[in-house]
């Protein structure tokens, strides 16, 4: 055995998740104690045909998602802010701000889990 192939499997070896037999690239390999993390369910046949960044950003997504889930309820109708009370109208546009990325994530979570996750 090859120095070059004992180090490689130092390193698979100390990495130590199934993900990591699926990697195409030395960045999968880094990233794929992260998605596996993230969701552990993935099938082989997702992690041998889609790019691990990819399915990085769908899990990152779709947990953006549920921490971003309808902000204007959270809000509520007014906010305290410093002692001063402000109604929701007030507000909006933060809230709109927020709208696009929302429509973003939706949208790229779809896109991924029609291509992907058919």
């Known amino acids: 055995m090859s120095i070059k192939s004992k180090i490689n499997h130092i390193i698979l070896k100390k990495l130590n998740n199934p993900y990591v037999s699926f990697a195409h690239s030395p960045e999968e390999i880094l990233v794929s104690g992260i998605l596996y993390h993230m969701n552990a369910e993935l099938r082989p046949e997702e992690l041998r045909r889609y790019d691990f960044e990819t399915l990085l950003v769908y899990e990152h997504a779709k947990k953006a998602l549920k921490e971003l889930d309808n902000p ?6 007014t906010i305290d802010t410093d002692g001063e009370t402000e109604n929701i109208e007030n507000k909006k546009s933060s809230c709109s701000t927020v709208t ?18 058919e």
């Open 72 to 77: 204007a309820a959270q809000i509520g109708n």
């Open 100 to 117: 696009e990325p929302i429509k973003m994530l939706h949208n790229f979570i779809e896109k991924v889990e029609s291509t992907v996750f």
